[in-house]
């Protein structure tokens, strides 16, 4: 049998707000964008790694490091207020225009840059095996977690207990690291299917989320300290 068509998409939209052209500040000597495209481009299961931006520069800098920029995006689709599922829906519907035979889609999130080699690959070999419609990396929370509604606190956990002892199924998800859904999903703009995989990492470094300076330091920080444990452009 041939292998799953699975296609990673890295969303780049150049006006960032909170940090001026943020995919291309340079960390670590790499702009930021080559991190998540390493990182796609590393995953054996993995075919094509599709820039999405609307940047020049950004497009520039992505074909370079071996993704493919098919267009630049339209204007609606790159402001503050467009929801990322559109993107994804924009750009699935134009790749299975031109093939069909793309089974699944993969969010890959430039703004989180730490990510080991084989994070990518083992999270889509659980998907395949687990036979689910997607896939969303988590933290599984063993902390107190609580949900406001409307003027009360609603506890989600099962109170104060040992850590190893709770029994709570409760996950923090970070879905820049990695989402892969199918593309009949996709296109439709719903990001995850209705049956969903957590998969679960305990890395806390792998959370750093570059939206500031400060974001961007702290990534320098724990990618120097750690070269030998992180995907490096």
């Not at 080699?117 to 083992?122: A, E, I, S, V």
Request: with cysteine; aromatic share 8%; charged share 25%.
């Amino acid at each position: 049998m041939n292998p799953p068509n699975i296609v990673a998409i890295v969303p780049a939209r150049g006006g960032s707000k909170g940090l001026p052209k943020k995919n291309l500040q340079l960390l670590n000597g790499h702009p930021l964008i080559t991190y998540a495209i390493a990182a796609a481009k590393r995953c054996e299961r993995i075919a094509r790694v599709i820039v999405a931006t609307d940047d020049q520069t950004i497009a520039d800098v992505a074909v370079r490091s071996g993704a493919e920029v098919p267009f630049l995006l339209p204007q609606d689709l790159v402001q503050d207020h467009t929801r990322l599922e559109d993107t994804f829906a924009y750009v699935t519907q134009w790749l299975l225009k031109q093939d069909p035979t793309i089974e699944y889609i993969c969010f890959v999130d430039p703004t989180r840059p730490v990510r080991p080699p084989h994070f990518l690959n083992d999270a889509l070999g659980a998907l395949l095996e687990s036979g689910q419609d997607s896939v969303i990396s988590g933290v599984h929370e063993h902390k107190s977690v609580w949900k406001k509604t409307d003027a009360r606190l609603e506890r989600l956990d099962s109170g104060f207990t040992v850590r190893q002892l709770k029994p709570d199924q409760i996950y923090v998800c970070y879905s820049g690291l990695i989402t892969c859904t199918k593309a009949s999903f996709m296109a439709k703009g719903e990001r995850l299917g209705p049956t969903v995989l957590i998969w679960e990492f305990d890395d806390h470094n792998m959370t750093v989320d570059v939206h500031t300076k400060d974001d961007l330091r702290l990534a320098e920080l724990i990618l120097n300290e750690w070269r030998d444990r992180y995907v490096i452009p």
